[in-house]
């Protein structure tokens, strides 16, 4: 029997070490291992012959999971069932299935920047100390401390609770196409507001190429938005205070940017455009530049996909106003508890997240890993179709990281009420009238939603 008030002491060893530690630096710090798993009796097959059902979300990370299962059974004799759903059904399915008390899944992905107060509200996921704590199913090389600051703030409530193990961290950066800047000879944009003239420079509609693409479809469309307030060194709401800065010079200047770029440096029915369709644009050759997530990139160096490998840059977010950082987002696994196969459930996840599952997700291209070790490992960078640029991008973003959605329960409420706002302005609404129009109609909802 572990003794509580050892077991208690260390974990909050590792919580403080994690902590304290730069988001993706201290690459290589020795690994901190709990005193609970000392003299483990840890065992893989200990769950042997069962099945658990895996409800991911469809990416290229997903992509990772579902190849790894092979060996994850060979290992332990559980059978994994997994599903990739696109992105904004899988959030659906979750809701409605967490709703009803009876999913049919035993491991869930969150979007831990959407879904991480709603989950936990909602009692969705059970809190994994408890299991972490037990040395019986926890793996002695497990290695907490290993995961960033950035990701484990995502994955742990304001109590304390860690309701998933983060598994990817996103940071928003600046896709651009090398060739295009060279023929034209500029430069890589040094400020927001520089994007601008560049966009501008490179913009040749005739030819079919476009100065700049980003996200214009409502609700899918607010990181691009936040992404240049965070220029002006403000979150959409204050962690702090709770203050709405939605509707203020700030949020009114990062919307009209997000017009000015989108409504006349994109192509055609960018106002329709998610995250794809601009992963389209831009590996086809068609804009060049490209504001999203670095966990996009990978079919960006596939010759049987893409006119544009070898051509790819990958710049830090440029510096704002005031500020200069790059909007952050994290997804983790939990395990549902509806389910009957907990331990089989924790066993998938610690497999799935553990340091060599994320070193394959780096060397993909697939993603910042939520694992610092990642990062330590030479074959890493190495082996991988990347240019050192790519990882370059991937640790100066995460120094300046810092999260792309406030940290609420109504965050779909939040993303659909302004990206609606922001979607107007792209046929001619004015910037100011749609924030302060959305503000109030979001106020009251968020109010409601912090009241119990």
């Known amino acids: 029997m572990t003794d509580k008030r050892t077991s208690d002491v260390t974990r909050r060893q590792l919580l403080q070490t994690g902590a304290s530690l730069s988001v993706l630096g201290a690459v290589g710090a020795p690994a901190i291992i709990s005193a609970a798993n000392a003299q483990s009796s840890f065992n893989w097959k200990q769950a042997a012959g069962q099945q658990i059902d895996v409800m991911l979300v469809k990416n290229p990370r997903s992509d990772l999971l579902q190849a790894a299962e092979k060996e994850f059974t060979e290992l332990t004799g559980i059978k994994v069932s997994s599903e990739q759903i696109p992105e904004q059904q899988q959030r659906q399915k979750a809701m409605i299935e967490f709703s009803s008390g009876r999913p049919t899944f035993d491991v869930t992905m969150l979007a831990l920047h959407v879904q991480k107060r709603l989950a936990y509200k909602g009692k969705w996921v059970e809190d994994?100390?408890?299991?972490?704590?037990?040395?019986?199913?926890?793996?002695?090389?497990?290695?907490?401390?290993?995961?960033?600051?950035?990701?484990?703030?995502?994955?742990?409530?304001?109590?304390?609770?860690?309701?998933?193990?983060?598994?990817?961290?996103?940071?928003?950066?600046?896709?651009?196409?090398?060739?295009?800047?060279?023929?034209?000879?500029?430069?890589?944009?040094?400020?927001?507001?520089?994007?601008?003239?560049?966009?501008?420079?490179l913009n040749d509609p005739s030819n079919g190429v476009y100065g700049f693409v980003s996200r214009g479809l409502k609700n899918a469309n607010i990181p691009v938005w936040t992404s240049w307030l965070l220029g002006q060194g403000l979150e959409t709401i204050?962690?702090?205070?709770?203050?709405?800065?939605?509707?203020?010079?700030?949020?009114?200047?990062?919307?009209?940017?997000?017009?000015?770029?989108?409504?006349?440096?994109?192509?055609?029915?960018?106002?329709?455009?998610?995250?794809?369709?601009?992963?389209?644009?831009?590996?086809?050759?068609?804009?060049?530049?490209?504001?999203?997530?670095?966990?996009?990139?990978?079919?960006?160096?596939?010759?049987?996909?893409?006119?544009?490998?070898?051509?790819?840059?990958?710049?830090?977010?440029?510096?704002?106003?005031?500020?200069?950082?790059?909007?952050?987002?994290?997804?983790?696994?939990?395990?549902?508890?509806?389910?009957?196969?907990?331990?089989?459930?924790?066993?998938?996840?610690?497999?799935?997240?553990?340091?060599?599952?994320?070193?394959?997700?780096?060397?993909?291209?697939?993603g910042c890993p939520a694992r610092m070790s990642a990062f330590a490992d030479p074959e890493a960078t190495k082996s991988s179709t990347f240019s050192k640029q790519y990882f370059d991008c991937l640790q100066s973003s995460a120094k300046i990281g810092r999260p792309g959605l406030p940290q609420i329960i109504p965050v779909t409420e939040f993303r659909d009420i302004f990206g609606v706002a922001l979607t107007n302005t792209l046929s001619g609404a004015d910037p100011a009238a749609e924030l302060k129009k959305a503000t109030e109609i979001f106020k009251p909802v968020l109010e409601k939603s912090e009241q119990g």
């Open 128 to 201: 994994l100390r408890p299991f972490i704590d037990n040395p019986a199913i926890t793996n002695p090389n497990f290695d907490l401390a290993d995961f960033s600051a950035a990701g484990m703030n995502f994955a742990r409530q304001a109590d304390g609770a860690l309701t998933t193990i983060p598994h990817f961290v996103d940071f928003w950066m600046l896709y651009y196409n090398k060739e295009m800047f060279d023929k034209k000879g500029v430069a890589y944009p040094t400020s927001m507001e520089n994007i601008i003239k560049v966009a501008q420079q």
């Open 238 to 366: 204050d962690p702090a205070t709770g203050k709405l800065n939605t509707d203020g010079e700030a949020a009114i200047w990062a919307a009209t940017l997000y017009r000015d770029l989108n409504k006349n440096y994109a192509p055609p029915g960018t106002i329709g455009f998610n995250w794809n369709e601009c992963q389209t644009s831009f590996m086809q050759g068609r804009a060049a530049m490209w504001l999203d997530g670095i966990g996009f990139a990978t079919p960006l160096e596939d010759p049987t996909k893409s006119k544009v490998v070898g051509k790819v840059g990958y710049g830090v977010t440029p510096p704002g106003p005031k500020a200069h950082h790059s909007a952050t987002f994290a997804d983790g696994l939990g395990i549902s508890r509806a389910s009957t196969k907990k331990t089989a459930a924790w066993l998938y996840i610690q497999f799935m997240t553990g340091k060599k599952e994320q070193i394959a997700m780096l060397k993909a291209g697939a």
